[in-house]
T-cell receptor, first 115, second 114 residues
Framework: EPEVTQTPSHQVTQMGQEVILRCVPI?????FYWYRQILGQKVEFLVS????????KSEIFDDQFSVERPDGSNFTLKIRSTKLEDSAMYFC?????????????FGPGTRLTVT | DAKTTQPPSMDCAEGRAANLPCNHS???????VYWYRQIHSQGPQYIIH???NNETNEMASLIITEDRKSSTLILPHATLRDTAVYYC???????????????FGRGTQLTVWP
């Protein structure tokens, strides 16, 4: 069964450093998302992406964040200058098409630790 | 999207049916009810969704009341691997980029015991 994959599974970085989290969505999916979950808290939406541009972003997704689909398979989340409060699990998701209803399929997540 | 209310925790004996309730009294006509679960910090997993009719798949059944103000997710024969946080999410249907995001609440922590 096709699945969303994410790399790395765990990333440790120092405050102020740039990180890139990578995702490979399911191959025929057209919509891509990033969510994050700070330890012990809710899963929070960050951004959605379709047709090579951002469809929607939350208030969390500020200028420090960017997303890109550099080729036909990868979908990346970049944090330009990490802060301690960026430590969280980051989940990528994809969905086939937005019609009357659809499902989002999530990857296993990348645990980001900022020290 | 309509707000949902779920009990914070439930438990269930292995092999028995787990019935997880969700209230969504402000649901509007074009909004669907989705259920996801999250097993210990893994990525959320889609379970099932419905609009007004009851739905069943290989994982679970979804019972939506006639007035659509509440629903119940049924795991017919719970196993230890079903221990997870279960999220009930209401969201609109139809095309449109603003309908993409999922709002996760606190969900219900289901513990299946042997």
């Amino acid at each position: 069964e096709p699945e969303v994959t994410q790399t790395p599974s765990h990333q440790v970085t120092q405050m102020g450093q740039e990180v890139i989290l990578r995702c490979v969505p399911i191959s025929n999916h057209l919509y891509f998302y990033w969510y994050r979950q700070i330890l012990g808290q809710k899963v929070e939406f960050l951004v959605s992406f379709y047709n090579n541009e951002i469809s929607e972003k939350s208030e969390i997704f500020d200028d420090q964040f960017s997303v890109e689909r550099p080729d036909g398979s990868n979908f990346t989340l970049k944090i330009r200058s990490t802060k301690l409060e960026d430590s969280a699990m980051y989940f990528c998701a994809s969905s086939e098409i937005q019609v009357t209803s659809y499902e989002q399929y999530f990857g296993p997540g990348t645990r980001l630790t900022v020290t | 999207d309509a707000k949902t209310t779920q009990p914070p925790s439930m438990d269930c004996a292995e092999g028995r049916a787990a019935n997880l309730p969700c209230n969504h009294s402000t649901i509007s006509g074009n909004e669907y009810v989705y259920w996801y679960r999250q097993i210990h910090s893994q990525g959320p997993q889609y379970i099932i969704h419905g609009l007004k009719n009851n739905e069943t798949n290989e994982m679970a059944s979804l019972i939506i009341t006639e007035d659509r103000k509440s629903s119940t997710l049924i795991l017919p024969h719970a196993t230890l691997r079903d221990t997870a946080v279960y999220y009930c999410i209401v969201r609109g249907g139809g095309r449109g980029s603003t309908l993409g995001r999922l709002y996760f609440g606190r969900g219900t922590q289901l513990t299946v015991w042997p």
